[in-house]
């Protein structure tokens, strides 16, 4: 099966400028998220949705990040403005739900962001 | 909260060197723990899991055993290859807000030499 597109894979601005990353997780799985890495740490989840709905956002800087999954399928994460901080990789992973258990999260390859 | 600690890197081995890389963990609740490698230039993968005291994930001769009593989940392998250079996440999944939340180590980085 194909798994997790990301894309771009690369991305340079400048501080203050808007960005946007996109994914297309794995066909079939409900639950998506959204990870934060910065160099030398561990991802940081950002956002996780259940189908087209959000399960948790608590860790997203909201006055800058957004995020959102229609249709419950590809999803769309944007950065207004950005700030140097924001300099990461951007992971997308997607899991199936069971329900009962945490489930295996499968990652694509990330977008790496460089704000200047 | 939940959190993971797993020890700091660089980690630096002979090929066919025994390895361990410690992982703890604080969490309420009964977490499924993981194992995921990061090859270099590719993205993360699972290794093992576990997903209850006492089991032992396994895969490609690396095992890691949840115990709980420890709260730990060490990842050992017998007899490390260069091509183990890699680095490598523990982390856990429990249950809040609805779903499950998974919260990750910082990782360790390994090096195999030849």
């Known amino acids: 099966e194909a798994g997790v597109a990301q894309s771009p894979r690369y991305k340079i601005i400048e501080k203050r400028q808007s960005v946007a990353f996109w994914c297309n997780p794995i066909?079939?799985?409900?639950?998506l998220y959204w990870y934060q890495q910065i160099l030398g740490q561990g991802p940081k989840l950002l956002i996780q949705?259940?189908?087209?709905?959000?399960?948790?956002d608590s860790q997203l800087p909201k006055d800058r990040f957004s995020a959102e999954r229609l249709k419950g399928v590809d999803s769309t994460l944007k950065i207004q403005p950005a700030k140097l901080e924001d300099s990461a990789v951007y992971l997308c992973?997607?899991?199936?739900?069971?329900?009962?258990?945490?489930?295996?999260?499968?990652f694509g390859p990330g977008t790496r962001l460089t704000v200047l | 909260g939940n959190s993971v600690t797993q020890m700091e890197g660089p980690v630096t081995l002979s090929e066919e060197a025994f390895l361990t890389i410690n992982c703890t963990y604080t969490?309420?609740?009964?977490?499924?723990l993981f194992w995921y490698v990061q090859y270099p230039g590719e993205g993360l993968q699972l290794l093992l899991k576990?997903?209850?005291?006492?089991d032992k994930g396994s895969n490609k001769g690396f095992e890691a055993t949840y115990r709980k009593e420890t709260t730990s989940f060490h990842l050992e392998k017998g007899s490390v290859q260069v091509s183990d250079s890699a680095v490598y996440f523990c982390?856990?999944?429990?249950?809040?807000?609805?779903?499950?939340?998974?919260?990750f180590g910082a990782g360790t980085r390994l090096f195999v030499k030849a």
């Open positions: 066909s079939g799985h409900a639950t």
């Open positions: 982390a856990l999944s429990g249950s809040g807000g609805g779903g499950f939340k998974t919260i």
């Open positions: 576990a997903t209850k005291a006492d």
């Open positions: 949705f259940q189908n087209n709905g959000v399960v948790d």
């Open positions: 992973a997607s899991s199936r739900f069971s329900g009962r258990m945490p489930d295996t999260q499968y």
């Open positions: 969490a309420t609740g009964y977490p499924s």
